[in-house]
């Protein structure tokens, strides 16, 4: 019988609360600090939270969980049966995580494999998803990894973002730095390439960017079965319309998540973020 494998994540991967429950997939939260107060994501501080407090420029900034809350979550897996554990992560561009995750596995109870799956939010999400699945159908840890690299790798992510100042601050705009003087004055598309945030292209007006992220996603989906996630900050209206017309648009849409980013992400993309996690099975 090959190893009973669990799945770890972060709260980045912005997977509902069903779907964590249904396949045992443990969370480790980041944190987001408002002023001097520290708060978990998921449980303590919500994305409308954050919205307001950029809007009304109150210093936001977030952090790494430590090594410690990954080793109680291994601890808290193998006492309920792990034999072994994936632990899958966003992008160590991003974040201290990995390497907090990479640190309490040395010392876990049972064998860990850590992952930087170069991914976050729903493009995470769907990588934690294949994992789990692979793991349930009887996979070994091997296998389980395999899957989830070979969903991340598969995955694309493009979003558009009102300004990019808030990036800037966090220090998460990646090759796009010589830009600023510049695309400040645009409308940015933006995309996941090798774990970092990169410019796509410059458009002059929201409602373009909004309808070339749109044609973008419906030119890489093409005929392929995929899952789509349209991920918002404080943008509801414009996610459900954007959702809706590539649900019309996309022909092998299998399945469709509309939500609001968490608050990690809300505080380096800010306010009027909109963003498409394109994930073919």
């Known amino acids: 019988m090959p190893p009973h494998v669990t799945i770890v994540t972060d709260s980045t991967a912005y997977l509902g609360r069903a779907a964590l429950i249904r396949h045992n997939i443990a969370v480790v939260p980041l944190t987001v600090v408002i002023g001097d107060e520290s708060l978990e994501e998921g449980t303590e501080v919500s994305a409308p939270a954050v919205a307001r407090a950029l809007q009304r420029r109150h210093p936001v900034t977030t952090s790494r969980p430590s090594p410690a809350e990954f080793a109680t979550a291994y601890e808290a897996a193998a006492d309920a049966g792990a034999e072994s554990i994936v632990s899958l992560h966003l992008s160590a561009e991003f974040s201290g995580t990995y390497d907090a995750a990479l640190l309490a596995a040395k010392d876990a109870p049972v064998p860990v494999r850590v992952v930087d799956t170069g991914m976050v939010a729903m493009a995470l999400g769907f990588t934690v998803l294949a994992a789990a699945e692979t793991a349930e159908a009887g996979g070994t840890p091997d296998d389980v990894v395999a899957a989830a690299e070979k969903r991340a790798a598969d995955t694309s992510a493009y979003?558009?973002?009102?300004?990019?100042?808030?990036?800037?601050?966090?220090?998460?705009?990646?090759t796009a730095?010589?830009?600023?003087?510049?695309?400040?004055?645009?409308?940015?598309?933006?995309?996941?390439?090798?774990?970092?945030?990169?410019?796509?292209?410059?458009?002059?007006?929201?409602?373009?960017?909004?309808?070339?992220?749109?044609?973008?996603?419906?030119?890489?989906?093409?005929?392929?079965?995929?899952?789509?996630?349209?991920?918002?900050?404080?943008?509801?209206?414009?996610?459900?319309?954007?959702?809706?017309?590539?649900?019309?648009?996309?022909?092998?849409?299998?399945?469709?998540?509309?939500?609001?980013?968490?608050?990690?992400?809300?505080?380096?993309?800010?306010?009027?973020?909109?963003?498409?996690?394109?994930?073919?099975?």
């Open 177 to 281: 730095q010589a830009l600023f003087g510049s695309a400040l004055a645009v409308k940015p598309l933006l995309r996941l390439a090798d774990g970092r945030i990169e410019l796509l292209e410059k458009v002059r007006t929201s409602s373009k960017a909004i309808s070339r992220l749109e044609e973008i996603v419906v030119e890489q989906a093409g005929t392929r079965r995929v899952a789509l996630a349209v991920h918002h900050l404080a943008a509801a209206d414009r996610a459900s319309a954007l959702a809706e017309r590539l649900r019309e648009r996309v022909p092998g849409l299998d399945e469709l998540v509309v939500s609001e980013v968490g608050a990690v992400i809300g505080a380096h993309a800010g306010p009027g973020l909109l963003g498409v996690v394109l994930s073919p099975h």
């Open 159 to 174: 979003f558009y973002v009102d300004t990019l100042d808030y990036l800037r601050r966090g220090g998460r705009i990646g």
